[in-house]
């Protein structure tokens, strides 16, 4: 691909225009280029933006996994133009041979971001500051960026967080993505990301994910779990609580579905009415999630019905019994709700923020809020696997940004008493 | 059907048992016997749950519509039986021959209900003071019943308004329920009440709709609205803006995403970064709903935006123009939010429930969690017709009780335009 | 329900039309009057279609499940409308009390049924010969019956079977229908059949099933298992085998698919190209398919590969060595196809007509066309369960008219393995 | 990505191996390399095998859409290894520097190919044949080769027509496929390939089909439906009708139940016994397609019944009086079936076949078995759309190798009636 000198070009506007309106500038790129397709995705961009393109040096690791390196001039016709391709091709993971610091200005509004300020994705993110690239620290989508000159530290902010006078990155000058790398050490793991269907091989699939799990454990990460209350309607429920009880599970976000009918059984035997042992509808059962709530309120909440011994089995239980970190964050269809859920959305989404924050692995099962809005939370090297029997809650998913997402469409129930009985033959390490 | 004297019960318990364990009571059953199959229901019911009945009266109406009457003598094993049998059948729309008035106990801890409390449904409800029965007010599923004896006026109320000394409604002694009865009026509503099935003839549905919208104002009630952002990927967003403008439409509920991506369209073309026009990803689209939200949040929100000209299309805007009784909920999925959004979800519930209040006709357009959270709010005889691609989603809000839905299996976008041409054929009243 | 001598009808008829134009008769209804909802259902129907009813005998059973009787006089406008009122209502179950033999003509054009031609429903079905009630034999939808007077033997025939001179029953008189009971013998499989979901608690649905499976051994009854290619494309051929293998299955009915991708999975460890035990694409795995029809194609056929020892694993394997009856039906999306496959569709037809004959059970896995095509021939007194994890598939199966098809929206694989370890647990007699 | 002499390869495999046992070869590319991401796929295959590359002439178009070119050296450890590479290669666009000649065996075998054969893909093939390379005619995926010495003429054959003798391709020696490029003339048509989602601008994708049947047209070529029975249920004929009268289809592939659904509106006003204009269940509506079938056979078929004046609308009418080629084949779910659907599944291919000469393009609507055999049959190069509710059956086709399908998740009636609207403001040319 040794561009001989000469531009690659739409429209050879370097005849047409005068030279004086031309800008130019160049860019890097390193990694897996042959692997990971960032070359000619990133001269692609160029042409399509409007620019024309020289490969000014370009080396090619011995193996695939080795680093590669290319160095690209690029050439457009208007600094604006220019500007634009670069801030474009620094989302890709290109980045100028001849960086600025990133550049900031104090927030004027509580609450809003300034003009023009960065929007963060959830890719690994460095910014410039005194010439030296420092990574962004807990790295969000769809926030800015508060650069702390004093500290010299910089991190991810939420819109709603902002207080006035904060520094805020605004413009693309000074920022860097690292783009992640498609994940190659579990070829398991690659199989399951081509596409979402029904029809795979499903053994593959769980043993798959009891791995994700073993290796998260061994590795001192969390696995947080993300449940909607199908997890319980479905028999579920007392797999999911193995689990936690054996040490597979740090930190469980659900709402105030999965609690309720989680009690629900314990206290009554069902869930939504419906009995999880016959499977029929009891007598005025419909009733028992109203009062499952009315009895966890009066006692004062989940933790002390445990303490008490009103409550004695599911997995609320054992998340009081082993320390999960358990969010239940409230939503406008909740009865009640139980005392624990977090009825403000925007302390919810804090809480999930704090508890995220070691998680290594995140297993997101029949829940399409709970999981887009933790989906929102996790940085992109966060594996995600998505259960859900309806495909297009894994679409959605993918379509909101959280890219590392593989779904599995299958059904909750068998995927959750075999991936409990697969960890179950190695016991966690604690 | 006249029972001949003799008793019919699953076991001829009236040898088996010793007399003096046995009981008695006697119920009533009026309204379109044949046609809702009350009276077999009810049958079935008794013998169900081990009882035994005869049929002493039974006067059958002229008519298909016309008023029937049965009277049923139960017998079963016990008294607590007996209670059993009529806690059910008041459900089913039996009531006792010899009624007792409704018995309270004051709330003895605040955000809870006493022991034993009467739950609701959503179906007409009265209850018996002072030998009188009086309606139950904002009638709404999964609450308690306040009867203030003062005022002798009785009123749902949910759990976590309840206060210390609030007098509740224990058992079901001295309370009935009028169920409803199946649509007869519009056989054209009639027909799509009976299945989830996307293989139904289409452009009748339509009619059907626009016709409810049609009446529901001609009878001077509102029409409420409840969608999702796939209103505005879709490109349905100015079908929407119309049908608000032309004053079809009085209440919204909606959450922050519809909001964001209707201004996001409005100051940007694009929706999720997708141009409305051509239908292709902008580039930095992605980012566009960030920023729509950061400049609503600069300008101090969305009616300030409309009055300072910033927002000047879009269904937001209309909802502004109009007095649309607007609802934006939040959830633990959004971005921002919108200053308009409510995150606490109890306040949320609150303004929905106020903003029912006459409401006549609820669509419910491609959102699950707007639309159960509705559903949960709304009393049965409000018509609710139910529109999502995903066959899911429409059997999900039956599941969970708002038995009332007309489900809707298409595509929004069509639906929707064919919807906003179809009534602007005849403007709305007022 | 004892009409006192007025009549019940829509619009007073009885003054307003001159009495020389009305007509009357009189139908009977016995079984299980108010468990099934027969009656109600029967009233309704003569209102609707524009007639007047009066209960003149009523006998109600002594409990839920004995037999109740009535007996109802009706009338309407005019001959022609009794006509209308008593052929519907013969399909709901009524007879008339003074019926007529069943009339038949001969049938004029090869493959046609004569005008008027009476068309059957998939419940047991009676005609009306020289004064007794005979069964029609080999009951099947939408077909005519035909009645040899000779052998005084009815029976279903297809209409492209029928030969000129044929006795083809015309009409409703001398017809009647049997309906079916809705299933109380097993709670469990009565829970199942309410709607369809994935929401429910799934190790009952799985016991269901197996005890079915079971039952119908015990009772010297086939089990039919009718499948689509994803129970190999999931991985579930190795449990679909060993059923086979312990004796639960005694009928297959598929198509190319299921069958070529089995011997692929055999010979080369992929399904549609996809490793089974990887789960993973293979290079070139995309042939498998096409190579594994012509490997069989060169062998002359399954059996023969099995008996060459080129074939010694699998499904096909299975019913080759168990003698299961193996209808391998041919479709216009087949490669190939396998030598064994029926190509032309009416053939294959009859071969599964054959098959049927003593089936007490019919398991449909994965596949629309062949279930949807086994519903079309299984009388309704065979208990249906169709698995799928697409609930469009079930909703489509009951649309069709195959009333009895309980649904489980799961996915195949887990469902497969289970239920091939359950029924491990206690063999099969033989 | 000048390889500056040294190799690129997994394990460094020139040291540890003899160099006796390694082979090599050379292979070249053309066309988009850029656009098409030919080269990296191509690089990552050779080593992905277990090969190592060496760039040694690497040229890339000024334009993005100008052909570049690229030699590549490969080096594996065995001949059989160099061969599993440049089969694996050809199949991604590659081909051989210094080329064979096709070789061809006579088939030993009626209806089966010899061992080894080539297996054909739908991408434009050619194979060397006296030194020149020739296009392969009839490109069909999963056929063979057979190449006549005589006549120098190439072309797929199915298996089953294989008669013995005939000289069939073997191996990939001499074999190269031309890939498709992505499209890029039509920017519309572009946005649509990307996902398999119903949350997409509705009316760019109207009018982009609209665009494809009208370029078709304008073309010379013919336009394809292929069509299943929810095009009747959804009262979507009357639509299907005007575009067929308007000159906009060719040629109909679809199943006895299309046409007789279509048949049973156009006699008795109901599609499965729901009647189209209301909506609503029919009095033995169940049984009008039997009745109309019955009547098609009676009249000898549908192109008598429409000469007679038995059938006087709907689609079948109008494909009779406007020529249109059309293809009815039999399945094994069929009543009847009409006296022109082709039971025998191997000549209902074939008629497949020949009506596909001249399609240009191919709308497939609602129908998942019709759509994948028609696929199948399908070269790579005629654009194809694939509409339907549900988003299962665009994902399956794409699995089954039709990659050049855009799925399009909506609601068949609105599409339909908004097609034939958009079409009529200009007419077909004829």
Redesign the interface.
């Given at each position: 691909?040794?561009?001989q000198g000469?531009?690659?070009?739409?429209?050879?506007p370097a005849i047409a225009a005068p030279a004086a309106r031309q800008a130019a500038d160049e860019v890097e790129v390193r990694g897996h280029?042959?692997?990971s397709?960032l070359?000619?995705k990133i001269?692609?961009r160029i042409?399509?933006?409007g620019g024309s393109f020289e490969?000014r040096d370009?080396k090619?690791?011995?193996?695939?996994t080795d680093p590669s390196y290319a160095r690209i001039g690029i050439r457009a016709e208007s600094p604006e133009a220019i500007d634009?391709i670069l801030?474009?091709l620094v989302?890709h993971g290109a980045s100028p041979v001849h960086p600025e610091d990133a550049k900031v200005v104090p927030a004027d509004?509580a609450?809003?971001?300034p003009e023009g300020?960065y929007?963060t994705t959830n890719q690994q993110t460095q910014v410039r500051f005194k010439g030296r690239w420092i990574d962004v620290q807990d790295q969000e989508m769809?926030c800015g960026i508060v650069l702390d000159p004093a500290a010299g530290v910089a991190r991810c902010v939420p819109?709603?967080r902002v207080v006035v006078g904060m520094p805020i990155v605004v413009g693309h000058a000074g920022v860097r993505v690292i783009p992640m790398e498609r994940p190659r050490e579990s070829?398991?793991f690659?199989?399951?990301s081509s596409?979402?269907?029904?029809?795979?091989?499903?053994?593959?699939?769980l043993r798959?994910v009891a791995e994700a799990v073993r290796s998260t454990r061994a590795a001192g990460k969390k696995v947080l779990l993300v449940g909607g209350p199908?997890i319980v309607?479905?028999?579920?429920a007392p797999h999911v609580a193995a689990m936690i009880r054996e040490g597979w599970i740090q930190a469980l976000f659900a709402g105030n579905a999965l609690a309720t009918h989680d009690i629900e059984q314990s206290l009554y035997g069902t869930?939504?009415g419906?009995?999880?042992?016959?499977?029929?509808?009891i007598?005025?059962g419909?009733?028992h999630h109203?009062?499952a709530?009315?009895a966890i309120?009066?006692a004062g909440g989940i933790r002390r019905a445990v303490e008490s011994g009103l409550l004695t089995s599911g997995i609320m239980y054992e998340c009081v019994r082993h320390d999960v970190d358990l969010v239940l964050?409230?939503?406008?269809?909740?009865?009640?709700?139980l005392p624990e859920v977090i009825?403000?959305?925007?302390a919810?989404?804090d809480r999930?923020r704090e508890a995220i924050r070691d998680v290594g692995f995140a297993l997101l099962i029949a829940t399409?809020?709970?999981s887009?809005?933790t989906g929102?939370l996790l940085p992109a090297w966060v594996k995600v696997v998505c259960v859900d029997?309806?495909?297009?809650t894994v679409?959605?998913l993918s379509?909101r940004?959280t890219f590392q997402t593989i779904g599995l469409?299958?059904?909750?129930?068998?995927?959750v008493?075999?991936l409990a009985a697969e960890l179950a033959t190695a016991p966690a390490a604690g």
């Open positions: 691909m040794a561009g000469h531009e690659h070009g739409p429209t050879s280029i042959v692997d397709l070359l000619p001269l692609d042409l399509q933006m490969i370009c090619i690791g011995m193996r695939r634009a801030a474009d989302e509004i609450g809003a971001f300020f929007s769809d819109m709603v070829t398991l690659g199989f399951m596409n979402v269907s029904s029809e795979k091989p499903k053994s593959v699939s798959s199908a309607h479905t028999g579920s869930s939504l419906v009995s999880i042992e016959r499977g029929e509808p007598e005025h419909h009733e109203l009062r709530i009315n309120r009066r964050a409230g939503s406008i269809r909740d009865d009640g709700p009825t403000d959305t925007l919810a989404q999930m399409a809020l709970h887009i809005a929102n029997i309806n495909p297009a679409t959605k379509d940004g469409v299958t059904d909750v129930e068998p995927f008493r075999a």
